[in-house]
């Protein structure tokens, strides 16, 4: 009789219990084909984040037409312009790609880098002093390298003294469209490292307040622009505009010549740490 009333029991309970509901829908829950063009809207570092949100989004998050959304549609002519065939493997994927593209390489012997800009997608290209054409640059006299951890090329050229000021430069790289703007980084002074601390002498720097530099760019496609201004704040790194430009076909390199002059012979002028020129969507 107990093992009876055991089983009337169970049989009571069983059909007495709340019935098991489904769970609701989730994201997990979401085709990775909807996820990833949703995906395509957002910039790379928020597709990152999304990534670890659950599976679904992990394997939406390394799709081809996804990561072929961020890249430029010249990212092939940047490829050969940046690599040669045996530093960059044909069969990675569209996400390594853009990893590849957008960390800075070096081209040009080492005088340049290069990357994709994460926000926009566009071309960042850094000249470094050493690939620009400075007057008297060989002569002691005038001209001096310097090595600092202050530069991302780990020299600059530093100027003692000099009548005749000018530094020339040009670039040709296949840019995605866009506009872009060139700036100069400059700096009033010599710095160094003195008991752990950064010091910067400025002894030498004159002639600046007294004629503006000039600055000066142009494009194989007719584009100009220039503008002129005083060198100021002595002591630290100061990044000064020369103008912008726009690119319209990125199937044709477009070459950029640029200038700094100060070419007044009535004065001289010195102290001046010229570091690099960048070139960086706008």
């Avoid at 063009?37 to 570092?45: E, K, R, W």
């Avoid at 679904?56 to 490829?79: G, M």
């Avoid at 160094?192 to 720097?205: E, H």
């Amino acid at each position: 009789m107990g093992s009876g009333f055991s089983s009337f029991l169970l049989m009571c309970n069983s059909t007495t219990s709340a019935p098991v509901m489904p769970s609701e829908p989730g994201l997990g829950d979401l085709p990775e084909s909807v996820v990833g063009s949703v995906l395509v809207y957002l910039n790379p570092q928020e597709i990152c984040k999304l990534a670890s949100l659950n599976r679904a989004f992990r394997y939406a998050s390394s799709a081809e037409f996804v990561w072929e959304s961020k890249l430029p549609k010249n990212y092939d002519l940047f490829i050969s312009r940046v690599f040669d065939n045996n530093n960059f493997s044909s069969t990675l994927c569209k996400k390594e790609i853009y990893a590849r593209l957008s960390a800075p390489s070096s081209i040009d012997g080492g005088t340049k880098k290069v990357w994709l800009d994460k926000g926009t997608g566009k071309a960042c290209v850094l000249i470094s002093s050493n690939g620009l054409a400075i007057t008297g640059i060989d002569d002691r006299r005038y001209w001096s390298w310097i090595s600092t951890e202050e530069s991302r090329f780990r020299s600059v050229a530093y100027l003692h003294q000099i009548w005749w000021f000018e530094v020339d430069g040009e670039v040709e790289f296949p840019f995605p469209p866009g506009s872009y703007t060139l700036l100069f980084r400059l700096q009033l002074g010599r710095s160094g490292r003195r008991f752990g601390r950064r010091v910067c002498n400025s002894d030498q720097v004159h002639g600046w307040d007294i004629k503006p530099v000039k600055f000066q760019l142009s494009t194989s496609d007719g584009q100009k622009a220039t503008t002129s201004c005083y060198l100021t704040d002595p002591g630290k790194w100061n990044v000064y505009p020369v103008g912008d430009f726009v690119v319209e076909d990125s199937e044709v390199p477009m070459k950029i010549k640029f200038s700094m002059t100060q070419i007044d012979c009535t004065h001289t002028k010195g102290g001046l740490c010229v570091d690099s020129v960048l070139i960086c969507p706008k």
